[in-house]
């Protein structure tokens, strides 16, 4: 399932939800008896229900007229007697409508979680695939890294690096470049010489352990920004697991942010915050220090790898 396939579903039952929530509460507050005002209510309830199923999932117009039928017919009263034959009190419009309340308010709960839990798996399989063509073996470099509070920080490179062209065959091979190829813009090649973490905080030309990440954050003063800004980095966990970091490039208009990263061993990417094999649960931090390099570190030469300046 992918995730158009989960919005789809979680659009679809909010949407039924929400019409039976509607009609569930307006009878259980009301007890409407006149058949006007039932019919106010269902239409109330269905015209919400087919109004967000119309606008997200327009092919499940079928589902909407079902979902209509079903909540005209419980706002008929002989249908009520009916199933009253069943559930006595059920014939009660506030216990009726109170019922239907929980199950719609409990749909909406249970599909929001399965849309979470559906999300989080397939931001797993993603990041997993990623990882599929595995980098070369690296080896700690002879070369002094630190944070601004002098914490020595390794760095690595690979002892036996792919060619360009290696690598590019290999990246053509990876299931999240391929699925995410219309959320991303190219902005450098994929290589062995920097990872995502290495391309923000070594300029591109070593690779960085994510352990070394949470405290470079701290000893460099990164502080969480609620409105990011282009500069800033993003951080991407998964619960206390630190999955990836990027630099923000720059905010739209509309609140989207643009986010430049280097997808493991892979190429450089432009995409939305939102919009990669990393998931959704993600940080902004923001520190008063010029750039992102390590102490002890030289300004590398401009690269496609290495990180450009927002």
């Known amino acids: ?52 199923i119309a606008l997200f999932v327009p092919d499940a117009l079928p589902v909407a ?39 719609a308010a409990g749909g909406l709960v249970a599909e929001g979680w399965r849309y979470d839990r559906g999300s989080e798996e397939l931001a797993n399989q993603a990041f997993e695939s990623t990882d599929r063509e595995a980098p070369p ?10 944070t601004d509070c002098g ?8 002892i036996d690096p792919r060619t360009p062209t ?12 391929v699925e995410w190829s219309d959320k991303w813009i190219r902005r450098g090649p994929p290589t062995d010489h920097s990872n ?7 300029g591109g030309r070593f690779n960085l352990s994510g352990e070394q990440v949470d405290t470079i954050l ?27 970091t990027g630099v923000v490039q720059a905010v739209l208009p509309g609140g989207e942010v643009l986010v430049e990263s280097k997808w493991g061993w892979m190429g450089v990417f432009l995409h939305a915050a939102g919009d990669s094999p990393y998931g959704k649960e993600y940080e902004f931090r ?25």
């Open 218 to 244: 701290t000893d460099n003063g990164y502080e969480r920004a609620d409105k990011p800004q282009a500069g800033d980095v993003i951080v991407y966990r998964a619960g206390t697991m630190l999955r990836h």
């Open 166 to 177: 290696e690598a590019v065959g290999d990246e053509r091979h990876v299931d999240a470049v």
């Open 151 to 158: 914490t020595a920080v390794p760095v690595r490179i690979p």
């Open 286 to 310: 923001r520190s008063p220090r010029a750039g992102h390099l390590l102490a002890g570190l030289t300004p590398p030469a401009s690269s496609g790898t290495a990180r450009t300046a927002p």
């Open 65 to 103: 007229a079902g979902v209509t039928a079903v909540v005209v017919l419980l706002a008929v009263g002989a249908v009520r007697v009916t199933i009253a034959a069943v559930a006595s009190r059920l014939a009660r419009p506030r216990v009726a409508g109170v019922i239907v309340s929980v199950v």
């Open 196 to 202: 995502c973490h290495g391309w923000v905080f070594t």
């Open 137 to 146: 073996a690296t080896a700690e470099a002879a070369v002094p890294a630190y």
């Open 1 to 52: 399932m992918s995730d158009a396939d989960l919005f789809r579903r979680l659009a679809l039952v909010f949407a039924c939800s929400g019409g039976a929530l509607v009609w569930g509460l307006s009878t259980a507050a009301f007890a409407p008896r006149r058949w006007w005002a039932q019919a106010a209510v269902a239409l109330a309830g269905a015209g919400l229900a087919c109004g967000g």
